[in-house]
């Protein structure tokens, strides 16, 4: 099992350009999460989908939009990429969502620098 | 906004010695967990505890939650070079579902 791969690892845009991150699970997660760590900071979380076919919006939503593709794939696009969004993003996934207590298994990251 | 504030901000020890690390929040919570992060990759689980815990092992970690004082601990014994990450603490909450908030992390160094 390869867990949650990310793909690419290192990203590097110039101001107003546009790109999708991309995230798959094979542990058969309902749930999957993108968050992002600024240096010397925890995560924040940016959207979630607790299953497939919903998402929604966590405390950093604005400049990103998501698509749950089907039950492994989550996507993370910046329409128009500011310097700001300047940071390594993490996929994580989990079982389920209602339980309040799931582990969360995390992705390698990509770094993304914005110009 | 970071629920969990984690203190202290950095730790170096010796091999051998244990490691304590803090974790402060603000809410009330249903979980509290602790994730490793070595340097350049993603986070890694360590250990949950629940609200009505107080406290937790697992192999070397030790873990406490004081629920009236809003905080946690996680002590590392016999720390070795391999424990060398930053840690995390996260809280969850029942109203949120799977949302896990994360403080800022304790960057622990164990020199050898």
């Known amino acids: 099992n390869a867990g949650v791969t990310q793909t690419p690892k290192f990203q590097v845009l110039k101001t107003g350009q546009s790109m999708t991150l991309q995230c798959a699970q094979d542990?058969?997660?309902?749930?999957m999460y993108w968050y992002r760590q600024d240096p010397g900071m925890g995560l924040r979380l940016i959207y979630y989908?607790?299953?497939?076919?919903?998402?929604d919006k966590g405390e950093v939503p604005n400049g990103y939009n998501v698509s749950r593709l089907n039950k492994r794939e989550f996507s993370l696009r910046l329409e128009s990429a500011a310097p700001s969004q300047t940071s390594v993003y993490f996929c994580a996934s989990s079982e389920r969502w209602t339980s309040g207590t799931d582990t969360q298994y995390f992705g390698p990251g990509t770094r993304l620098t914005v110009l | 906004s970071q629920q969990g504030e984690e203190d202290p901000q950095a730790l170096s020890i010796q091999e051998g010695e244990n490691a304590t690390m803090n974790c402060s929040y603000k809410t009330s919570i249903n979980n509290l967990q602790w994730y490793r992060q070595n340097s350049g990759r993603g986070l890694v689980h360590l250990i949950l505890i629940r609200s009505n815990e107080r406290e937790k092992h697992s192999g070397r970690l030790r873990v406490t939650l004081d629920t009236s004082k809003k905080s946690s601990s996680l002590l590392i014994t016999a720390s070795r070079a391999a424990d060398t990450a930053s840690y995390f603490c996260a809280t969850g909450d029942n109203n949120a579902g799977n949302m896990l908030t994360f403080g800022g992390g304790t960057r622990l160094m164990v020199k050898p």
């Open positions: 989908s607790a299953s497939e076919g919903t998402t």
């Open positions: 542990m058969n997660h309902n749930s």
